[in-house]
């Protein structure tokens, strides 16, 4: 794993502790959600759907520059959040370093304690997705 993704999880498992309580914590995710880029609704494909999110989640990766960049909206505000989350970590990261990466940080936040089970398995399921574009781009870079 790359000291930048290393140093973006640390970054957001000390953002997180400067919440008392899972209320702050709920309120930071939802503006980080808030600060995410403008995703175009012509990307909003079934292409770029992630299944098995109960709210409407698009991710769309293309490979600049060797690395794996990735947009992404929800039509939820926490899970927009949580897909900020996630690309604060992931990315414009190389693909290697993406797939030797463990999402750990997600338990020291305190996500596994505190999100419903469908919004767990909606998390699991955008992972799943920047895995596989990562697994994609590294076979392709490969060959």
Known sequence: ???????????????????????????????LGKQLPEFPSDW???EHKIHGCQSQVWIRS??????LH?????????VSGL?????????DRYPG???????????DIGFAQHLSP???NGLHAMLESIYHQARLAASAQEQ
């Open 1 to 31: 794993m790359s000291s930048e993704i290393e140093q973006a999880q640390s970054e957001l498992v000390s953002e997180f502790q400067l919440f008392d309580d899972w209320m702050g914590r709920y309120e930071y995710l939802i503006d």
């Open 44 to 46: 909003q494909t079934d």
């Open 62 to 67: 293309e490979l600049r520059d060797g690395r």
């Open 70 to 78: 990735f947009d992404g909206t929800s039509d939820a505000a926490i």
């Open 83 to 91: 897909i900020a989350v996630l690309f604060r970590v992931f990315n």
């Open 97 to 107: 370093d993406l797939l030797n990466t463990r999402p750990d940080f997600l338990a």
């Open 118 to 120: 469908t919004r767990s």
